[in-house]
């Protein structure tokens, strides 16, 4: 969950928003393994690609990704799964649509769509589920949709903040929006990579994001992500971290796709 989720109660207009950060439309492609394996966890190997989309369609922004990863087990036999996701978001960070799709072996298990709304900037608000089955539940006060959650970690990282704790929804699962508390290092010179790009050629800050339930008293995450984080929303050396076993993305290519003419 970028992720994602790969995945901060905002105190500015919702017209500063937009403008807070300049997120470059790409395409890019990580190359998915198998990085920590826990005691318990059973899990010998894993690997696959995430695919990932963004591009800002002068409205608003997309985001579009495909995650396969192929799993294999320490007592035999293998799973090969599929996440599907698509995401539109306004830009004033007010309204957000969303879909997923979960597949094991070829056979979907779970599909999630739906869309949500904030009252203003700062507020709370409700998201409506179309599928499993129809439902709404609330968001609370200070929710972010990904897109601003991303261009306010950016924000903070620009303004040397190591700190940025918020609720964020994405849509994917049934649970509604998580408590986020996003630490971040400071900004590195670009590091030498197999991939070249002039969307790598700026400093990126190095953040690490732990994921809660809401209301939760646990003192241990849901899960974690660890990234680098460029200042046009690129993102390098994706870790995502769950209870049991960890897995790492790292950048295979990248292309800069066109500006929207609005």
Request: glycine letters at 10%; one cysteine or more.
């Amino acid at each position: 969950m970028v992720p994602a989720c790969l995945a901060a109660g905002l105190a500015i207009a919702g017209a500063e928003v937009a403008h807070a950060a300049d997120l470059a439309s790409h395409r890019a492609t990580y190359r998915m393994g198998l990085s920590a394996s826990r005691s318990g966890s059973g899990m010998a190997n894993a690997n696959g690609a995430w695919t990932y989309q963004f591009i800002d369609s002068c409205d608003g922004w997309i985001t579009e990704f495909r995650l396969v990863i192929t799993y294999a087990y320490s007592e035999g036999g293998q799973v090969a799964t599929t996440t599907d996701f698509l995401g539109w978001e306004s830009k004033d960070g007010l309204s957000y649509r969303f879909r997923v799709r979960q597949s094991r072996e070829g056979q979907v298990t779970e599909e999630v769509e739906g869309a949500a709304k904030l009252k203003g900037v700062g507020q709370g608000g409700i998201a409506h589920y179309t599928r499993p089955e129809p439902r709404s539940i609330k968001l609370p006060k200070g929710t972010l949709f990904p897109t601003a959650h991303t261009i306010r970690l950016i924000e903070t990282a620009n303004k040397g903040g190591r700190i940025l704790a918020r609720p964020l929804f994405d849509g994917q699962g049934e649970e509604g929006a998580l408590e986020t508390s996003a630490q971040i290092g400071r900004a590195v010179a670009p590091q030498a990579a197999t991939v070249s790009s002039p969307l790598l050629e700026s400093p990126a800050w190095p953040m690490r994001m732990a994921f809660f339930p809401m209301g939760s008293t646990d003192p241990l995450p849901e899960f974690e992500m660890s990234l680098n984080y460029h200042a046009n929303g690129v993102a390098e050396d994706i870790e995502q971290i769950f209870k049991t076993f960890s897995l790492k993305g790292r950048l295979e290519s990248i292309e800069m796709l066109p500006r929207t003419k609005c």
